[in-house]
Each structure stands twice: as structure tokens, then as C-alpha cells.
T-cell receptor, first 111, second 119 residues
Framework: GIQVEQSPPDLILQEGANSTLRCNFS?????LQWFHQNPWGQLINLFY???GTKQNGRLSATTVATERYSLLYISSSQTTDSGVYFC?????????????FGTGTRLQVTL | DARVTQTPRHKVTEMGQEVTMRCQPI?????VFWYRQTMMQGLELLAY????????DSGMPKDRFSAEMPDATLATLKIQPSEPRDSAVYFC?????????????????FGQGTRLTVV
């Protein structure tokens, strides 16, 4: 099956700093989503971005499907950004479809 | 406020007991997914439905797990009998798959999960 790798696995930032999270995938995909899992365990949709660039406030994402990677940018980080960031890719093999998650980047934003 | 609702939020049960987890998908969504999250395995797809029909449950242990959609507003995941290794957070997600589209293109929205502990 498809491999989804995220880097870095862990990241500690001071409030106000910027960061870039990366998601590499091993095969072509139909769909790519970024999620934030907050400290209470809830998975929050950030972006649906199979290709191109999107921005939402302090967050933006870029997917280069031909090169099989996606980037999530967090600017002016806040303590509420802490949690785990997952990318997930949608693939289709024959009649079977699947959304496969990466292992995540754990982000801690400190004061 | 459109969101996926899961009940119960927490469940502690003894080994061998039946566990039923429920999910109400977002109104109008026609695709439902069940995922399990553990520290060791991360987020794993267990099963998914489109228009209430089960399409793939290859991620589930068939001997003890079953997933159904009695109607468009309710999806259930049952474990019978439960075992300590089933302890995990179980997430339901829903999405709208377009008529000619593929589930692989569907944007999934997740519920808050059910944290299951089997002792």
C-alpha cells in the first residue's frame, strides 16, 4: 500500500515562530487532507488540497502532486496550535478506496 | 452546526462483553468511515459505507467486529466479545461522495471519537 511519511516527527516552537511541516507520499493520490488533532483528541479539518495552494488565516498548504509531497505552513504560532498534525491521502486501487494517514507531527508551542 | 456525533464518548467494559458504538453522520453525507487510533498503529481504516451499503471492511477483525448502517442517520460498530487489545479510540467520519465520484476523492469530517477501554 501507499506510504505516507511526515516530518519532523516532533517540533517545539516558541509562540510567534513560523514552521513548515512536510508530508511525502509514495504513489499518486486522489485526495490529500491536513488535520489538526487537538489535545482533547478531536480531529479538525484544516485543508482539502489534492493539488495547488490554499490559505486560511495563519495557515497555508501547498501540494505538489507530481512530486508527491505536501507542505503545511504555520505562521505566528500560538499555544492553541499545539497538538498533532496529520496528513491523509485518498487512493483508489481497483474498486477499493482508502484514506491513509501519516504518523503525524507533534507540535508544542511554548510561551 | 453540522458535525459528526459519536456516542458514547467514553466506555469502560470488561473483557468478553459486547460493545456498541454509534455515529450520526453529517446530514446529507452519503459516505461513512470507521477508524481506530492506537499509539502503536496510529489511525487505521476499519470499514466504510456508501449510501448505507458496506463497501469495504477488510480492516476489521471479522470474527468479533461488525459494522452496520440501519438508516442514513445512524452507523454502528459492534465488538463481541471485546478483548483488552481492542482498547483504542474509535472514530467515525462522514463525507459527501459525488454521484460520479470516488470515495478516494471524498473529504472526510471526523467525530470526537469513542475512547474504549477493555479491562
Amino acid at each position: 500500500g501507499i506510504q505516507v511519511e511526515q516530518s519532523p516527527p516532533d517540533l517545539i516552537l516558541q509562540e510567534g515562530a513560523n514552521s513548515t511541516l512536510r508530508c511525502n507520499f509514495s504513489d499518486s493520490v486522489n485526495n490529500l487532507q491536513w488535520f489538526h488533532q487537538n489535545p482533547w483528541g478531536q480531529l479538525i479539518n484544516l485543508f482539502y488540497i489534492p493539488s495547488g495552494t490554499k490559505q486560511n488565516g495563519r495557515l497555508s498548504a501547498t501540494t505538489v502532486a507530481t512530486e508527491r509531497y505536501s507542505l503545511l505552513y504555520i505562521s505566528s504560532s500560538q499555544t492553541t496550535d499545539s497538538g498533532v498534525y496529520f496528513c491523509a491521502v485518498g487512493t483508489r486501487t481497483g474498486t477499493a478506496s482508502k484514506l491513509t494517514f501519516g504518523t503525524g507531527t507533534r507540535l508544542q508551542v511554548t510561551l | 452546526d453540522a458535525r459528526v456525533t459519536q456516542t458514547p464518548r467514553h466506555k469502560v467494559t470488561e473483557m468478553g462483553q459486547e460493545v456498541t458504538m454509534r455515529c450520526q453522520p453529517i446530514l446529507g453525507h452519503n459516505t461513512v468511515f470507521w477508524y481506530r487510533q492506537t499509539m502503536m498503529q496510529g489511525l487505521e481504516l476499519l470499514a466504510y459505507f456508501r449510501n448505507r451499503a458496506p463497501l469495504d471492511d477488510s480492516g476489521m477483525p471479522k470474527d468479533r467486529f461488525s459494522a452496520e448502517m440501519p438508516d442514513a442517520t445512524l452507523a454502528t460498530l459492534k465488538i463481541q466479545p471485546s478483548e483488552p487489545r481492542d482498547s483504542a479510540v474509535y472514530f467515525c467520519a462522514s463525507g459527501l461522495t459525488l454521484r460520479q465520484g470516488s470515495i478516494a476523492n471524498t473529504e472526510a469530517f471526523f467525530g470526537q471519537g469513542t475512547r474504549l477501554t477493555v479491562v
